[in-house]
Nanobody, 115 residues
Framework: QVQLVESGGGLVQPGGSLRLSCAAS????????MGWYRQAPGKEREAVAT???????NYADSVKGRFTISRNNAKNTVYLQMNSLKPEDTAVYYC?????????WGQGTQVTVSS
C-alpha cells in the first residue's frame, strides 16, 4: 500500500513563502505522475501543480510564476515551493501519486495565508 505523507503547511502572512513536502513510501519512479492539489472551504479540489515521470510540468494559471514543483528521486519526495502567497491560496493541500491503475492521496496539510 502506497503512503504519501505531506508536511510543511502552516500560517503565513501575505507575500510570504512556504515549502510543502510529500514523502512517498515507495519509489516515485513507479508513478506516472505526481502532483499537488488543494481544496478551499466550500470549493472543489483543484490541481495546483503536476509533474509526469518524464518531467513534464503543469501549473494552474493562478499559481504560475509563484509556485514551483520539484522532486528528489533519492528521497522519494516531491516538493511544492510557494512564494508570494495570497489569501486566496488558503486551502488544504494534498499530494497525489498516479499509478497505472490506482491514484493515491496524502492526508493533506493546511496552508493559511492571513495577516
Amino acid at each position: 500500500q502506497v503512503q504519501l505523507v505531506e508536511s510543511g503547511g502552516g500560517l503565513v502572512q501575505p507575500g510570504g513563502s512556504l515549502r510543502l513536502s510529500c514523502a512517498a513510501s515507495g519509489s516515485i519512479f513507479s508513478f506516472n505522475a505526481m502532483g499537488w492539489y488543494r481544496q478551499a472551504p466550500g470549493k472543489e479540489r483543484e490541481a495546483v501543480a503536476t509533474m509526469t515521470s518524464g518531467g513534464r510540468i503543469n501549473y494552474a494559471d493562478s499559481v504560475k510564476g509563484r509556485f514551483t514543483i520539484s522532486r528528489n528521486n533519492a528521497k522519494n519526495t516531491v516538493y511544492l515551493q510557494m512564494n508570494s502567497l495570497k489569501p486566496e491560496d488558503t486551502a488544504v493541500y494534498y499530494c497525489n501519486a498516479l499509478g497505472f491503475v490506482n491514484s493515491y492521496w496524502g492526508q493533506g496539510t493546511q496552508v493559511t495565508v492571513s495577516s
